[in-house]
T-cell receptor
Framework: DQQVKQNSPSLSVQEGRISILNCDYT??????FLWYKKYPAEGPTFLIS?????DKNEDGRFTVFLNKSAKHLSLHIVPSQPGDSAVYFC????????????FGKGTHLIIQP | EAGVAQSPRYKIIEKRQSVAFWCNPI?????LYWYQQILGQGPKLLIQ????????DSQLPKDRFSAERLKGVDSTLKIQPAKLEDSAVYLC?????????????FGQGTRLTVV
């Protein structure tokens, strides 16, 4: 049973436009959410995070929105740049000491020139 | 700041053989994780250490997988005997841990192919 779902395997966006990546979760115990970016042959790199007590967190071109009632979060990238082409993973953790991440399957973002 | 170091980068073995992976976390990081990423999937947590103690190994196939972090720094993950379905990238990650919600930093991973 997938607790973190990214239903779009891939997304193509024109350079300069907004990229919106979506993520849904089912576990109500998740209290912290993260987005990771992954290039081929590299490990995932942390991008941005949000605590469940917030509904928005912004860092430069990246904004994450959290809708707890819908169990949904999204990552907005504005404006999209060619270097943003990568696989983006949504991840979540429960509170407490066992805080290993539960990942979605990822969305491959392709920025078209 | 040096990142999480993993070796080897690639490994090819025959089924039923054994294999070991090594990880050196970021200095000062008390928490260390091993993840398995099968092609087309997101990483799946295998085991989490806090210093040299196991916090969570609920998803570790203990009949064939083992991991240790004896001195609370480096860690090794072993598979014995390997099966075809163990073909995956094995990622090590580390974080400060504790009560603060800090992100985990990942190594480049070890790509294992079992033939």
């Amino acid at each position: 049973d997938q607790q973190v779902k990214q239903n779009s395997p891939s997304l193509s966006v024109q350079e300069g436009r907004i990229s919106i990546l979506n993520c849904d979760y089912t576990n109500s115990m998740f209290d912290y959410f993260l987005w990771y970016k992954k290039y081929p042959a590299e490990g995932p790199t942390f991008l941005i995070s949000i605590s469940s007590i917030k509904d928005k967190n912004e860092d430069g071109r990246f904004t994450v929105f959290l809708n707890k009632s819908a169990k949904h979060l999204s990552l907005h990238i504005v404006p999209s740049q060619p270097g943003d082409s990568a696989v983006y993973f949504c991840a979540a953790r429960s509170g407490g000491g066992a805080d290993g991440l539960t990942f979605g399957k990822g969305t491959h973002l392709i920025i078209q020139p | 700041e040096a990142g999480v170091a993993q070796s080897p980068r690639y490994k090819i073995i025959e089924k039923r053989q054994s294999v070991a992976f090594w990880c050196n976390p970021i200095s000062g990081h008390a928490t260390l994780y091993w993840y398995q990423q099968i092609l087309g999937q997101g990483p799946k947590l295998l085991i989490q250490f806090q210093n040299n103690g196991v916090v969570d190994d609920s998803q570790l196939p203990k009949d064939r997988f083992s991991a240790e972090r004896l001195k609370g720094v480096d860690s090794t993950l072993k598979i014995q005997p390997a099966k075809l379905e163990d073909s995956a990238v094995y990622l090590c990650a580390s974080s400060f841990g504790g009560l603060l919600n800090t992100e985990a930093f990942f190594g480049q991973g070890t790509r294992l192919t079992v033939v």
